[in-house]
């Protein structure tokens, strides 16, 4: 549904309906963070839970060339040098994790802050296309999240299945918040 917002938003701004795209963006903001929401709390839970499992799935890095936005692009970046410099699945896989729900967070306030100002009318036209890269990385964060998920589920034993999926469903069941610091300094 967000995709469909944003996407409906840009529409109206292309044929001059600036009022009703703004609204359209706040829209989509709200949407959006429903979704990152949920999302973070996943992933939380899965590295969690990734702690307690014998052999954590392997994973690879995330490819910085799938992403198009600096906070993004900053991460990945991180996610590989770190991939390369820590070894053993369960680290890799955790770290993975912890990046990706970084990314989802801050693409999130990123999109959020945007969708403000150009609600307000205050953003530049360059806004818009910030919009669209930040929507972009967001679903690349989500097919990775997916990816990383089916890993996880295939080295998950069966008898934790349950556990895993009241912590999946109930995220305050067990929160763990696991959130790495970037600096603003391109890898």
């Not at 709390?41 to 014998?54: E, G, V």
């Not at 360059?126 to 890269?133: H, N, P, R």
Request: charged share 25%; glycine share 4%; aromatic share 8%.
């Amino acid at each position: 549904m967000t995709s469909v917002a944003l996407d409906d938003s840009l529409t109206m701004r292309a044929r001059g309906e600036l009022v009703c795209a703004g609204r359209q963006v706040e829209l989509s903001a709200v949407l959006l963070d429903r979704l990152s929401s949920a999302l973070v709390s996943f992933c939380d839970s899965l590295a969690a839970r990734a702690r307690f499992i014998q052999q954590a799935p392997a994973v690879e890095p995330l490819n910085a060339e799938f992403f198009r936005g600096n906070t993004a692009l900053t991460a990945a970046r991180w996610n590989t040098l770190l991939h390369h410099a820590v070894f053993g699945e369960r680290p890799r896989f955790i770290s993975k994790l912890k990046i990706l729900s970084n990314i989802i967070g801050q693409i999130d306030q990123e999109f959020h802050d945007t969708a403000n100002k150009i609600s307000k009318g205050s953003g530049p036209v360059a806004s818009w296309e910030l919009l669209e890269s930040l929507h972009y990385d967001f679903n690349t964060c989500l097919r990775e999240t997916e990816i990383v998920l089916k890993s996880f589920l295939r080295a998950l034993p069966a008898d934790q299945l349950a556990a895993f999926t009241l912590e999946a469903q109930n995220p305050r069941a067990r929160r763990l918040r696991l959130r790495p610091r970037f600096s603003r300094v391109p890898a």
